[in-house]
């Protein structure tokens, strides 16, 4: 790879696997021997829980960056996992919604931190774990991706709530990140579920290679790694929902390297 990867997952409704795939998305490429870097973005620090690291102040977090402009790579930490370091998160992110969107350019804060402060390709992946909202830290998220990858569960509310994420997709375009591609994740899918099948086949039909060809099932040890502080290919790589997430892994692999499939989702 010839330059970092960003992807960001997000989506404002919560409950839909959305820190469990940003975690087990992270496991599987670090398998593949690919280095990634976390980074937690969420006030309630849940991937900084699910990666065995204890939020605290000490060390430096993600909200440094935001409000003191620290250099990304002095708040960044070595986790248990080969492969994967951590920008861990604390609960004064609470605090950037409300005073984020007063400091000029303020959308621009993580993209700028990540072009000036990592060294050149020594990350394959970062891997940006938002909050369930669109607010100011999702926008910054946005606008520094490369893929957008929204956890969506094949149920009715939470496929109604992608109707919300499109905005503010076409407006990230429109201002800064024209080539930021999105991708849905169909995630706790219960194929025995007929209207999980159903839901399914919909968004297949309405977003066609929008969606990713990989379906994460649902599966009670994903819990059970996320409460050992591991993702679920380090915790029990022989579980289904770990086969699964590495296949994710090699679709998006295969997706940044081949050119032809990126400029065909551009229209998406």
Known sequence: MNMTYIIAVA?????????????????????????VLMIDLDAQADLTLAMGVT???????????????????GVTRETAIPGMDL??????????ERFLPVRPNFEFILRDALKNHLPTNFYDYVILDCPPALGAIT????????????????????????????????????????????RILITMFD???????????????????????????????LREASIA??????FNIKTRSAGQYQALAQEIIQYVQNPVTKSALLST
């Open 11 to 35: 989506n404002q409704k919560g409950g839909v696997a959305k820190t469990t795939s940003a975690v087990s998305l992270g496991g599987s490429l670090a398998l593949t021997g690919k280095d």
């Open 55 to 73: 939020p605290s102040k000490s060390g430096g977090t993600i909200a440094d960056v935001f409000f003191s402009s620290a250099n990304l790579t």
């Open 87 to 96: 920008i861990p998160s604390f609960n004064e992110m609470e605090l950037a």
């Open 139 to 182: 926008t910054n998220a946005l606008q520094a991706a490369q893929m957008l990858i929204i956890p969506t569960q094949p149920e009715f509310f939470s496929a109604h709530a992608l109707r919300n994420m499109m905005p503010i997709i076409r407006r990230v375009r429109n201002q800064g990140n024209p080539n930021m591609l999105y």
């Open 191 to 221: 194929k025995r579920n007929r209207v999980h099948r159903n839901l399914s086949e919909q968004l297949n039909s309405t977003f066609r290679e929008g969606v990713f060809q990989t379906v994460i099932g649902t599966d009670t040890k």
């Open 229 to 234: 502080g591991l993702p679920i290919t380090h």
